[in-house]
Structures are given as C-alpha cells and as structure tokens.
C-alpha cells in the first residue's frame, strides 16, 4: 500500500483555507490553482484543455458541458452534476468525487489514478478504453455503465450496482465485485478471468456465460 494513502488511494492535496474563485466562463486552456469553487453553472460549456489543480468544487453543474483533455488534479467533487457531458481523454489524479452525478457522461480513454466515488450516479456513463490505476467505487450506481476494453486491474466496487454494465473485452485482474450487484452484467470467461467474486455471486457469474444451473429437485 502506498504511504499515507486509505484503501491502497492517495487522497487529494488540498490547502486547509482555499479562496474562492470567481469564475463564470470556461474557456479553451482556462487554468484554477488552489482554491473553492462553488455554485456555478457551466452547461453545455466548450472548452478544451482546462486545468483544476488543487481545487475544491462543490455544486458546479457541468450538464451536456463538452470539456475535452480536461485535467483534475488534487481535487474534491461534491454533489456536481456532470449528466451528458462529454470528458473524452480526462485525466484524474487524486481526486474524490462525492454524490456527483455523472449519468451518460462520456469518459472515453481516460486517465485515472488514485480516485475515489463515492454515492456518485454514474449510470450509463462510457469509460471505454479508460485506463485505471488505484480506483476504488463506493455505494455507487453504475446501471449500464459501459467499460468495454477498458483496464480495471484492481479496481474496488464496494457496494455498488452494476447491473447491465458492459464490460467486453475489459481487463480486470483483481477487480473486486464481491460485495457489489452484478445481475446482468456483460462479460465472459475471458474477462472475469482473475476477477474477484463471492462465493454466493458464483451462481450469477456462470450465468453470465449463458450457462443455465440447474437446480436439484428435492
């Protein structure tokens, strides 16, 4: 386990006391260093290459917002809402996303390192080609989430529904679903292979293979 790092996760390094930013438009390369920002509304936004470091973002609405190569660095989310926004290729490195909603929001090939979600609303979201690395998922609803060829190598689901996710061709040595909801879910031998599952979810993985168990007649 890293050093100073909860669960294997380094948490975001952030300043005790942090300014409030006063910002109304994202723009093309806009940056944000080490400070608050809050209440602010930036739907269907277009920006590309926008830089938060250090920043704690609380109720920031980013609905059908269009932010590619959007870099979060160091950052706290709580309760923003990101439904349909398109993130394709962000980069996230030590970050912790709390009760935000991400519904249809496009992550395509991004980049995650050291991130944690918590209550978060992810269903339907695209993580394809997403690369994680010390990600964990916590009491979140991932409905139909689609993480095909994506690498989910460690990654923890505590306690979340995962049901009807996709997960074709995904890597997941030593992803960890035993403690969550995975009625539906997309995946075959080839990707479960090192997956880690309860003894009671055994039944529910066969039957992800299209093999039908039958029950002994008492």
């Known amino acids: ?17 942090l300014a409030a930013a006063e910002l109304d438009c994202l723009e093309d390369g806009t940056e944000l260093s080490q400070c608050r920002l809050a209440e602010r509304n930036f739907t269907a936004a277009q920006a590309d290459n ?12 980013l609905t059908q917002a269009k932010l590619t190569r959007l870099r979060l660095f160091d950052c706290r989310l709580e309760g923003c809402e990101a439904s349909g926004a398109g993130l394709e290729k962000v980069r996230l490195r030590r970050v912790e996303v709390v009760g935000c909603r991400f519904s249809g929001a496009d992550l395509a090939e991004a980049s995650l390192e050291d991130v944690r979600f918590s209550e978060c609303i992810l269903d339907g979201a695209i993580f394809s080609l997403a690369e994680f690395k010390s990600v964990r998922f916590e009491k979140c609803s991932l409905l139909g989430t689609l993480f095909e060829r994506a690498n989910l190598g460690g990654v923890v689901f505590a306690r979340c529904n995962l049901s009807g996710a ?17 009625d539906g879910m997309k995946a075959g031998p080839a990707e479960m292979q090192g997956a880690l599952i309860a003894a009671e979810q055994a039944v529910q993985v066969v039957g992800l293979f299209g093999v039908i168990v039958k029950k002994e007649d008492l």
């Not at 996709?166 to 995975?182: E, L, N, P, W, Y």
């Open 166 to 182: 996709d997960m074709r061709a995904a890597k997941m040595v030593g992803a960890d679903f035993s403690q969550s909801t995975i």
């Open 1 to 17: 386990m890293k050093p100073g790092a909860k669960d294997g996760i380094l948490a975001p390094k952030l300043a005790k006391a």
């Open 50 to 61: 926008v830089l938060w470091d250090g920043v704690h973002l609380r109720r920031v609405n």
